[in-house]
């Protein structure tokens, strides 16, 4: 199965059900909504279709028929007029976020742009490959800077990028210990020695962020009351403080270079993901 019909389909998954919750049940319906949402207007501008397909022709006709599946079932949830409704309310406040989302990786890959060093790393210094990247910065900083003019955005998303952060540290967390479990690495590698180093070469860079990371005590602080912390291996509690609460914290935390934490965390997660789950 190709790359896009494993993300669409897990997109076309039925949420899991929040156990009685109505809230909940109607939350996940709503990010649901947005996402079938989202994927119907990309299938539809060709343009981005054929960028993101590197004009292949039968890709561009696989996106568009799940995205014709995805537009019927966007039409039979939009037939309940009581959830559009009340979505209308929660995606708002979801729409936000994934504003800061896009902030904040296009504040992360602009940096990454201008960072000879690293492009020349990631790309094993192909100059058409640099320059395909470089290419795009220019468009990126355009939109970056529509967002960054929104104020009430901007408001809004030192709490969000506390949160993000606090997520990083974890999936740091993560990738380190399967890194360093030998028997997983050998399973995740398939015994190639080289795939192995780079993922162990990755967890060092992995664990040096962290160890930043953790010596920040505002930062720690602000995590904790998120309820999130290093080595228990939970998520976001939501009965621990609010997001808002956690912000005071931001200033301090922002030292640790969040650009850079981003362009880490790129590289790990898709050791992570590539490395341990899709060889």
Same mark, same amino acid.
């Given at each position: ?23 909940? &049940? ?14 119907? @207007?990309?299938?539809? +501008?060709?343009?981005? /279709? ?5 004009? +292949? ?21 939009? !037939? ?10 929660? #995606? ?28 020349? $790393?990631?790309?094993? #210094? ?10 795009? $910065? ?11 003019? +929104? ?28 890194? #360093? #479990? ?8 398939? !015994?190639? &020695?080289?795939?192995? @180093?780079?993922?162990?070469?990755? $967890? ?8 930043? /990371?953790? &010596? ?16 228990? !291996? ?46």
């Amino acid at each position: 199965m190709q790359l896009q019909s494993i993300l669409f389909s897990l997109l076309l998954a039925t949420s899991v059900a929040a156990k009685g919750d109505k809230a909940q &049940s109607e939350k996940s319906q709503c990010k649901q909504i947005r996402k079938l949402q989202k994927f119907v @207007d990309f299938a539809s +501008n060709t343009t981005k /279709l054929e960028e993101f397909t590197n004009n +292949n022709a039968a890709k561009v006709a696989q996106l568009q028929a799940e995205a014709a599946a995805a537009s019927t079932q966007l039409t039979s949830m939009q !037939g309940n007029t009581t959830l559009v409704a009340d979505c209308a309310i929660i #995606n708002a406040a979801e729409e936000q976020e994934d504003q800061c989302e896009e902030t904040f990786e296009l504040q992360a890959f602009i940096a990454f742009t201008s960072n000879a060093t690293a492009l020349a $790393a990631k790309t094993d #210094n192909n100059a058409t490959r640099i320059t395909a990247i470089q290419a795009k $910065a220019s468009t990126a900083a355009t939109r970056l800077e529509s967002l960054m003019s +929104n104020s009430t955005l901007q408001a809004a998303c030192p709490a969000i990028l506390q949160k993000d952060q606090c997520k990083a540290m974890k999936k740091l967390e993560q990738f380190i210990a399967k890194a #360093n #479990n030998q028997t997983v690495l050998d399973k995740a590698t398939k !015994g190639n &020695s080289a795939k192995a @180093d780079k993922i162990k070469a990755e $967890a060092v860079q992995a664990q040096a962020q962290l160890t930043e /990371l953790q &010596s920040n005590k505002t930062f720690m602080d602000a995590c904790a009351a998120l309820g999130m912390t290093v080595g228990t !291996g939970k998520g976001i509690d939501s009965s621990a403080s609010t997001e808002a609460a956690a912000t005071s914290g931001q200033s301090s935390a922002t030292t640790v270079r969040v650009g850079n934490i981003q362009l880490t965390m790129l590289s790990t997660i898709l050791v992570v993901a590539a490395g341990m789950f899709l060889l």
